[in-house]
Protein backbone atom coordinates (compact mmCIF):
# COMPACT_ATOMS: atom_id res chain seq x y z
CA UNK A 1 0.00 0.00 0.00
CA UNK A 2 1.10 3.27 -0.86
CA UNK A 3 0.27 6.22 0.40
CA UNK A 4 1.42 10.23 -0.53
CA UNK A 5 1.12 12.77 2.71
CA UNK A 6 0.85 16.32 0.59
CA UNK A 7 1.29 19.73 2.93
CA UNK A 8 2.25 23.44 2.21
CA UNK A 9 -1.11 24.98 0.71
CA UNK A 10 -3.18 27.89 1.92
CA UNK A 11 -4.00 31.60 0.98
CA UNK A 12 -1.34 34.16 -0.24
CA UNK A 13 -1.37 37.34 -2.09
CA UNK A 14 -0.20 37.39 -5.64
CA UNK A 15 3.02 37.40 -6.04
CA UNK A 16 4.11 35.75 -3.34
CA UNK A 17 5.26 32.04 -2.64
CA UNK A 18 4.55 28.92 -1.41
CA UNK A 19 6.41 25.67 -0.80
CA UNK A 20 4.44 22.12 -1.05
CA UNK A 21 5.97 18.64 0.19
CA UNK A 22 4.68 15.33 -0.46
CA UNK A 23 5.99 12.08 1.67
CA UNK A 24 5.12 8.72 -0.02
CA UNK A 25 5.28 5.94 2.39
CA UNK A 26 5.05 1.73 1.55
CA UNK A 27 6.36 -0.43 -1.11
CA UNK A 28 7.59 2.24 -3.42
CA UNK A 29 9.62 1.48 -6.95
CA UNK A 30 12.35 3.95 -6.37
CA UNK A 31 13.22 4.44 -10.04
CA UNK A 32 9.69 5.98 -10.16
CA UNK A 33 8.03 9.94 -11.18
CA UNK A 34 7.19 12.07 -8.79
CA UNK A 35 4.87 14.58 -9.74
CA UNK A 36 2.42 17.61 -9.49
CA UNK A 37 -0.63 18.02 -11.37
CA UNK A 38 -3.75 20.55 -10.16
CA UNK A 39 -7.03 20.93 -10.64
CA UNK A 40 -9.25 24.14 -10.94
CA UNK A 41 -13.41 24.31 -10.34
CA UNK A 42 -14.73 23.34 -13.99
CA UNK A 43 -11.08 22.58 -15.28
CA UNK A 44 -9.58 19.14 -16.16
CA UNK A 45 -6.89 18.24 -13.72
CA UNK A 46 -3.53 19.06 -15.34
CA UNK A 47 0.56 18.68 -15.28
CA UNK A 48 2.57 21.04 -13.21
CA UNK A 49 5.45 19.66 -12.99
CA UNK A 50 7.05 15.83 -12.84
CA UNK A 51 10.40 14.98 -11.51
CA UNK A 52 12.22 11.24 -12.82
CA UNK A 53 14.65 9.74 -11.05
CA UNK A 54 17.02 10.48 -12.97
CA UNK A 55 16.23 14.35 -11.96
CA UNK A 56 15.11 15.12 -15.04
CA UNK A 57 11.82 17.81 -14.86
CA UNK A 58 9.05 18.80 -17.26
CA UNK A 59 7.13 21.98 -16.33
CA UNK A 60 3.83 23.32 -18.02
CA UNK A 61 4.24 26.13 -19.77
CA UNK A 62 2.43 28.32 -17.77
CA UNK A 63 4.81 27.64 -14.75
CA UNK A 64 8.13 28.12 -16.49
CA UNK A 65 10.42 30.14 -14.45
CA UNK A 66 8.09 30.45 -11.52
CA UNK A 67 7.89 27.33 -10.02
CA UNK A 68 10.68 24.39 -9.24
CA UNK A 69 10.64 20.89 -8.52
CA UNK A 70 12.72 18.85 -6.64
CA UNK A 71 13.28 15.44 -4.76
CA UNK A 72 15.13 14.17 -1.78
CA UNK A 73 15.24 10.15 -2.85
CA UNK A 74 16.00 9.37 0.66
CA UNK A 75 12.63 10.85 2.17
CA UNK A 76 10.57 9.90 -0.64
CA UNK A 77 9.45 13.30 -0.84
CA UNK A 78 8.73 15.63 -3.23
CA UNK A 79 8.64 19.31 -3.29
CA UNK A 80 7.03 22.33 -5.44
CA UNK A 81 8.97 25.82 -4.76
CA UNK A 82 5.72 28.16 -6.06
CA UNK A 83 7.40 31.76 -6.39
CA UNK A 84 5.79 35.15 -8.35
CA UNK A 85 2.09 33.41 -7.67
CA UNK A 86 -0.95 33.99 -9.26
CA UNK A 87 -4.67 34.20 -9.04
CA UNK A 88 -4.59 31.80 -11.95
CA UNK A 89 -2.79 29.38 -10.44
CA UNK A 90 -5.61 29.18 -7.51
CA UNK A 91 -6.42 24.66 -7.78
CA UNK A 92 -5.88 21.64 -5.57
CA UNK A 93 -2.63 20.41 -6.36
CA UNK A 94 -2.32 16.32 -6.18
CA UNK A 95 0.75 14.82 -5.58
CA UNK A 96 1.40 11.90 -7.87
CA UNK A 97 4.04 9.32 -8.12
CA UNK A 98 4.22 6.45 -10.23
CA UNK A 99 6.47 3.81 -12.20
CA UNK A 100 3.92 1.58 -14.16
CA UNK A 101 0.98 2.08 -15.50
CA UNK A 102 -0.63 0.31 -12.82
CA UNK A 103 1.43 1.90 -9.82
CA UNK A 104 -0.20 5.03 -10.17
CA UNK A 105 -0.90 6.82 -7.18
CA UNK A 106 -2.16 10.46 -5.59
CA UNK A 107 -2.23 12.18 -2.62
CA UNK A 108 -5.38 14.01 -1.28
CA UNK A 109 -4.97 17.09 -2.67
CA UNK A 110 -3.81 20.50 -0.75
CA UNK A 111 -5.59 23.89 -1.37
CA UNK A 112 -3.86 26.88 -3.19
CA UNK A 113 -5.64 29.94 -3.10
CA UNK A 114 -4.22 33.14 -4.96
CA UNK A 115 -5.69 36.54 -3.86
CA UNK A 116 -5.58 39.08 -6.20
Known amino acids: QVQLVESGGGLVQAGGSLRLSCTAT????????MGWYRQAPGRQRELVAV???????NYADSVKGRFTISRDGAKNTVYLQMNNLKPEDTAVYYC??????????WGQGTQVTVSS
Open 96 to 105: NVRWTTVHNY
Open 26 to 33: GSIFSLNA
Open 51 to 57: IAAGIST
